[in-house]
């Protein structure tokens, strides 16, 4: 099970973003981060914890590892108003996402 | 970048069989993991399974056995089969791919297509 918090982030631009992802069990380093937006492709952001994707801006980094991880973005930009999701990769392999972190922009 | 496209009904009785299909903009590529990511109101995001060429099939244990991936390589496109469908399994349903980053983290996903099983 993975647990995300806060449910919702409002925010003023500039400011830090930290949004948290905490496993029930340790995972190592499998998690990743994905971007949803209403009407767009969803995208991959970080995997395996703290690796940007392609693309990605440097605002965005992960840390994290065993049951506790982390999405920051440095300074909140008015395009990353979105949902942010994690997800898990366990031994079977099975993947099981977060139930998400809406980020507003106050 | 693949560009990857959801297409099929948009709507499937009870009990009937879900069946989408999704295509590719550049040919299969043998070493990546194509597969199926649902969202609902009620359930979140849902892993559905993943499809490699030589590896074979990995299934959500929630859903193996209604749930069949495959792929068509000549056709450049991969499908799925989801049988005895309720309204539970009213979703979005994504198709995208894995293991660029050699992960099953997906890394390319189509735009998504609602399906609603209503009678």
């Known amino acids: 099970v993975l647990t995300q918090s806060p449910a919702t982030l409002s925010l003023s631009p500039g400011e830090r973003a930290t949004l948290s992802c905490r496993a029930s069990q340790s995972i190592g380093y499998y998690l990743a981060w994905y971007q949803f937006k209403p009407g767009q492709t969803p995208r991959l952001l970080i995997f395996d914890a703290s690796n940007r994707a392609a693309g990605i801006p440097g605002r965005f980094s992960g840390s994290g590892s065993g049951t506790d991880f982390n999405l920051i973005i440095s300074s909140l930009e008015p395009e990353d108003i979105a949902t942010y999701y994690c997800q898990l990769r366990d031994f079977r392999p099975s993947l099981t996402f977060g139930g998400g972190t809406k980020v507003e922009i106050k | 970048q693949v560009q990857l496209q959801e297409s099929g009904p948009g709507l499937v009785k009870p009990s009937e069989t879900l069946s989408l299909t999704c295509s590719l903009s550049?040919?299969?590529?043998?070493?990546?993991?194509w597969g199926w990511i649902r969202q609902s109101p009620g359930m979140g995001l849902e892993w559905i399974g993943y499809m490699h060429y030589s590896v074979g099939a990995t299934y959500n244990p929630t859903l193996r056995g209604r749930v069949t991936i495959s792929l068509d390589t000549s056709k450049n496109q991969f499908s799925l089969s989801l049988t005895y469908v309720t309204d539970a399994d009213t979703a979005i349903y994504y198709c995208a791919r894995a293991g660029f980053y050699g992960s099953l983290f997906a890394d390319s996903w189509g735009p998504g297509r609602l399906v609603t099983v209503s009678s």
């Open positions: 550049d040919a299969f590529i043998s070493n990546y993991h």
